[in-house]
């Protein structure tokens, strides 16, 4: 439950939850889902008053587990929803809305930390101006742009923000190997799942190293090898495994220019490491390959170790704390098409935006937030874990449960927003993939939530929320009888231009 206060001109001022998430019959992971949505359930607005208590409740139920910004997609919808409502309320454009209220560069997150490199503005105006946003988008239209009222089909459009945290504090420990033939392993108990971290992980060493990226191995994780990695989840292996490889590399390059030194004679500040190579500054002849240092060591290879670990956390009682190392920002807008007469949906486009930091590798950002806001997309539409009255789950398999197609899937305009007032380093570095799925979510359930309304189902201004459900599967399979007695008659067009 959302409680929020507003002033006549829109100013945010007081924001009162209380959430509790069905987390099964164990505890398991439920938590920190509890800990994350209530950590996001300010939003990226600036509130000068908050009270959040959230809970993990147990229920006869499947365990919920950790899946996709766990806690976040639920948060999100909430607060993004009642912003819309706000809006409508007050007769505002929903984008002026929350421009005025976003939280920018200094300003203090709930938790009571002073916010940097905060991008909200931008990420805004993108997803608006990626989908032409105009005031007369918070109104519903018809196909040729008039207001909706008796035609069949009822075209708007939605935009969602999310804040989200990566687990904070974190470690992540790393191994560089230098061969005696010039390859590198890197050693790491990151996981690939698909993400393309092995990829960005090579990158990493094989530009830290100054070396080709051919040369770059990285290696699965094996508990009994690997150094320790505290988890692959929370968008933190880039940022955290990364800055381990970092140091790993500076430990290897330290090593190896104190043994060029003593091969060629010179001392160490006299040293160039560069293109897998060590010279001496001045005479390019002059010069030793990694492997030739490896092997000349007789140390068999060389071994440079670093760890990279985040400080912070929140207290559990207070909510107070650092919550995040850096606060994932993120963006969406789409357009959506509804038959009132079938209840066919129709996703006209889908313009996801986030702030990636500096990005290692465009290509796989881009995919990432492609598949994260088809991800969204199903479980707004799709997706949804049906219960019998005595919690058994009674759509346990693809027939039942929905996930959507290729067929399925929108046209996308992806837009990846990588400005940054940190210096090139690991620090300004950022993965992208759950701030869409979130986003995408909570964009379609906007624009759903906004449907019920508009069609007749008007509810309470104090909305109880459910968490991503705001048109159920059963809604769904109902749709076209809920639509056939919708008095169409309910739309007021002078409340909502």
Avoid at 41 to 51: A, D, L, N, Q, T
Avoid at 317 to 337: F, K, L, M, R
Avoid at 362 to 388: D, I, K, S
């Amino acid at each position: 439950r959302i409680k929020t206060g507003v002033m006549k001109d829109g100013t945010l001022m007081a924001r009162e939850v209380s959430a509790d998430f069905n987390t099964g019959a164990y505890s398991d992971i439920g938590p920190v889902v509890a800990r994350n949505g209530g950590s996001a359930m300010s939003g990226p607005y600036k509130i000068p008053h908050v009270r959040i208590d959230s809970r993990a409740v147990w229920t006869n139920v499947v365990p919920a587990g950790a899946l996709r910004g766990f806690g976040v997609p639920q948060a999100v919808w909430a607060y993004e929803t009642q912003m819309d409502r706000i809006a409508e309320e007050l007769c505002l454009d929903p984008v002026e809305f929350r421009r005025k209220n976003l939280l920018r560069d200094d300003d203090l997150f709930a938790t009571g930390e002073k916010l940097a490199d905060i991008h909200y503005d931008e990420l805004l105006e993108r997803a608006a101006a990626a989908v032409n946003w105009s005031s007369s988008d918070a109104r519903w239209l018809n196909q040729d742009g008039a207001p909706a009222r008796q035609s069949g089909l009822r075209r708007g459009k939605g935009l969602a923000l999310v804040i989200k945290a990566t687990i904070t504090p974190s470690t992540s420990v790393a191994a560089l190997k230098l061969n005696e033939d010039g390859s590198l392993n890197v050693l790491t108990s990151s996981v690939e799942l698909g993400q393309g971290a092995k990829t960005v992980l090579a990158q990493i060493a094989a530009q830290a190293m100054q070396s080709p990226l051919a040369r770059v191995s990285v290696s699965n994780p094996d508990t009994d090898l690997t150094p320790y990695d505290q988890q692959t989840s929370s968008s933190r292996t880039t940022y955290s495994m990364g800055g381990a490889i970092g140091k790993a590399a500076a430990d290897l390059k330290r090593q190896l220019a104190e043994y060029a030194a003593e091969l060629l004679e010179v001392s160490v500040a006299d040293l160039l490491l560069e293109e897998g190579r060590v010279t001496v500054r001045g005479s390019p002849s002059r010069s030793l390959t990694y492997g030739e240092i490896a092997l000349r060591s007789n140390q068999g290879n060389l071994i440079g170790r670093g760890a990279f670990s985040t400080r912070g956390g929140l207290d559990l009682e207070t909510g107070q704390g650092i919550g995040s190392v850096h606060w994932h920002q993120g963006a969406i807008g789409c357009e959506v098409e509804v038959d009132v007469e079938t209840g066919k949906i129709k996703v006209l486009q889908l313009a996801p935006v986030v702030f990636a930091g500096r990005v290692v590798n465009p290509r796989l950002c881009e995919l990432q937030l492609e598949g994260c806001a088809v991800f969204g997309f199903g479980q707004a539409l799709f997706e949804e874990m049906t219960y019998g009255d005595h919690g058994q789950l009674v759509n346990p398999n693809l027939g039942d449960y929905n996930i959507p197609s290729f067929e399925d899937i929108p046209w996308m305009e992806r837009k990846i927003f990588t400005a940054s007032a940190r210096p090139y380093c690991h620090r300004s570095w950022r993965l992208s993939a759950m701030r869409s799925t979130t986003q995408s979510a909570c964009a379609f359930t906007i624009f759903l939530s906004r449907l019920k309304r508009y069609c007749g189902d008007s509810g309470k201004h104090d909305y109880v929320y459910g968490g991503l459900g705001v048109i159920s599967t059963a809604e769904r399979n109902l749709f076209v009888r809920f639509l056939t007695y919708v008095r169409n008659d309910r739309y007021s067009a002078s409340r909502r231009q």
